[in-house]
């Protein structure tokens, strides 16, 4: 009779305890950080016992551990792909950023202002109101460039500042990794506390990846173990430091623990494929800054002021940031050709370097930047859209996986709830029992 008290004693705890962790399952059902568990539960046998035959007699059931839903090919996956994506966004905010820079300077339409006041000029070349528009049309020229690159190193020094923040939040994650490896060396294996720390690891693990796109492995008892380009960054309970440096194009240069490595994806690579991508359009307009000082330069010292006096430099500097304009009177802009006599109207040499720009010059050098930096941009934006779908396919098979299902927790705690009456009823009986016995007497 002991046995049937011990029976829906341990039946009932254990559907108490299935109830609470149904409980917690739908507690939980929003948390991406949170995987499903369920209760396994073993038969409790006695051995011995008065009344009990020799052998081994049935004596109700109890909790044997907590189990975690889980896939590692799957959580690799899932990690991998939004690696992959977050290495696109970063790029891709970096060249947007930069595309904004370039066009709000608005260093295509100063080019095309500058070809059109010297048009203006051809027709009265000894206007003072022309001469003086068409100068200060050559200041705003370089104003603009003056702002482009002073923008650039806005959108540089924003891309800098992100992965600097992001190295020094993956050395924070891989310490508290190092610190999750001790617990679960030291917790109970099938236990509520190991999941819980299994959680932990796993969601330190995703954010690894979408910053870093580190390689992740598990020992028997879930330490995670992460490799940065073949180099250990958390093995145990050791967590090594990543750090960053410039490269001369612009990227970053990766080492961990002192030892040079190579970022596969993640937001750090995205960050420095941004960097690296600015410091080529830096170069490029520095390029078209010298095209415009070049070609306004050359056709100056091939002609005459209105004075009479050789054509001096019409610009100064040696890229997009040092550019300015060199002239300081209108009267010194070289309309006609070497040797010409002064107050000539003879436009030759204007007419030559209108010529200049128009043919293969600065204007077509701008549209031919800022059309390669729109392509770039759209090509990236159609790669980041196909690495997103990617990545939240393999997010939903993840969740289908070790996700928490409302409907079937619902089917659960009706069928605890069923069990814990059940059980309850049983130690009803086994007391009526009792109380019929003790009543004969």
């Given at each position: 009779m002991s046995n049937l008290l011990n029976i829906g004693k341990s039946g009932a705890m254990a559907a108490r305890a299935a109830l609470d962790l149904t409980a917690q399952n739908i507690a939980n059902a929003g948390n991406p950080d949170y995987a499903r568990r369920s209760l396994a539960m073993a038969e409790v046998a006695?051995?011995?016992?008065?009344?009990?035959?020799?052998?081994?007699a049935l004596s109700g059931v109890r909790v044997d551990r907590v189990l975690r839903s889980?896939?590692?090919?799957?959580?690799?996956?899932?990690?991998?792909?939004?690696?992959?994506?977050?290495?696109?966004?970063a790029e891709l905010a970096g060249l947007t950023h930069a595309e904004s820079a370039i066009e709000q300077?608005?260093?295509?339409?100063?080019?095309?202002?500058?070809?059109?006041?010297?048009?203006?000029?051809?027709?009265?070349?000894?206007?003072?109101?022309?001469?003086?528009?068409a100068?200060?049309?050559?200041?705003?020229?370089?104003?603009?460039?003056?702002v482009a690159s002073d923008a650039l190193d806005v959108a540089e020094s924003d891309a800098r500042l992100k992965t600097d923040a992001g190295v020094e939040q993956v050395n924070l994650l891989a310490a508290e990794l190092a610190r999750t490896n001790v617990g679960i060396a030291r917790a109970q294996p099938g236990t509520s506390g190991m999941a819980v720390l299994h959680d932990r690891?796993?969601?330190?693990?995703?954010?690894?990846?979408?910053?870093?796109?580190?390689?992740?492995?598990?020992?028997?008892?879930?330490?995670?173990?992460?490799t940065l380009g073949g180099e250990v960054l958390v093995q145990g309970t050791q967590a090594n430091l990543l750090s960053a440096s410039a490269n001369p194009d612009g990227s970053l240069a990766f080492t961990v623990g002192g030892n040079a490595t190579i970022l596969r994806s993640g937001s750090l690579l995205g960050?420095?494929?941004?960097?690296?991508?600015?410091?080529?359009?830096?170069?490029?307009?520095?390029?078209?800054?010298?095209?415009?000082?070049?070609?306004?330069?050359?056709?100056?010292?091939?002609?005459?002021?209105?004075?009479?006096?050789?054509?001096?430099?019409?610009?100064s500097g040696t890229g997009a940031a040092d550019m300015a304009l060199a002239l300081t009177s209108g009267s010194q802009i070289a309309t006609a050709p070497a040797g010409s006599p002064a107050g000539s109207r003879d436009i030759g040499n204007l007419q030559?370097?209108?010529?200049?720009?128009?043919?293969?010059?600065?204007?077509?050098?701008?549209?031919?930047?800022l059309f390669g930096l729109s392509s770039a941009i759209d090509a990236r934006s159609v790669t980041r859209d196909a690495l997103r779908t990617i990545a939240d396919t393999a997010q939903v098979a993840l969740s289908n996986k070790t996700g928490v299902d409302l409907d079937q927790e619902a089917t659960n705690l009706l069928r605890y709830q069923q069990a814990f009456q059940a059980n309850g009823r049983v130690i009803q009986a086994a007391a009526d029992v009792f109380d019929t016995i003790l009543g004969i007497g």
């Amino acid at each position: 009779m002991s046995n049937l008290l011990n029976i829906g004693k341990s039946g009932a705890m254990a559907a108490r305890a299935a109830l609470d962790l149904t409980a917690q399952n739908i507690a939980n059902a929003g948390n991406p950080d949170y995987a499903r568990r369920s209760l396994a539960m073993a038969e409790v046998a006695a051995t011995s016992g008065i009344g009990v035959e020799p052998g081994t007699a049935l004596s109700g059931v109890r909790v044997d551990r907590v189990l975690r839903s889980d896939s590692l090919f799957l959580q690799n996956e899932a990690r991998r792909t939004s690696g992959d994506l977050a290495r696109a966004d970063a790029e891709l905010a970096g060249l947007t950023h930069a595309e904004s820079a370039i066009e709000q300077a608005g260093i295509y339409g100063a080019i095309v202002d500058f070809e059109a006041s010297l048009s203006r000029l051809a027709s009265d070349p000894l206007g003072g109101a022309l001469r003086a528009a068409a100068l200060e049309d050559g200041r705003r020229l370089a104003e603009t460039f003056h702002v482009a690159s002073d923008a650039l190193d806005v959108a540089e020094s924003d891309a800098r500042l992100k992965t600097d923040a992001g190295v020094e939040q993956v050395n924070l994650l891989a310490a508290e990794l190092a610190r999750t490896n001790v617990g679960i060396a030291r917790a109970q294996p099938g236990t509520s506390g190991m999941a819980v720390l299994h959680d932990r690891r796993d969601a330190l693990l995703r954010d690894l990846a979408e910053l870093s796109g580190g390689n992740a492995s598990l020992d028997q008892l879930g330490r995670a173990t992460v490799t940065l380009g073949g180099e250990v960054l958390v093995q145990g309970t050791q967590a090594n430091l990543l750090s960053a440096s410039a490269n001369p194009d612009g990227s970053l240069a990766f080492t961990v623990g002192g030892n040079a490595t190579i970022l596969r994806s993640g937001s750090l690579l995205g960050g420095s494929q941004a960097m690296q991508a600015i410091g080529g359009l830096r170069t490029q307009l520095d390029d078209l800054a010298v095209q415009v000082i070049d070609t306004l330069n050359t056709a100056q010292a091939s002609g005459t002021a209105p004075d009479g006096s050789a054509g001096q430099p019409f610009f100064s500097g040696t890229g997009a940031a040092d550019m300015a304009l060199a002239l300081t009177s209108g009267s010194q802009i070289a309309t006609a050709p070497a040797g010409s006599p002064a107050g000539s109207r003879d436009i030759g040499n204007l007419q030559a370097l209108r010529d200049a720009l128009s043919n293969g010059g600065p204007a077509q050098s701008a549209d031919t930047l800022l059309f390669g930096l729109s392509s770039a941009i759209d090509a990236r934006s159609v790669t980041r859209d196909a690495l997103r779908t990617i990545a939240d396919t393999a997010q939903v098979a993840l969740s289908n996986k070790t996700g928490v299902d409302l409907d079937q927790e619902a089917t659960n705690l009706l069928r605890y709830q069923q069990a814990f009456q059940a059980n309850g009823r049983v130690i009803q009986a086994a007391a009526d029992v009792f109380d019929t016995i003790l009543g004969i007497g």
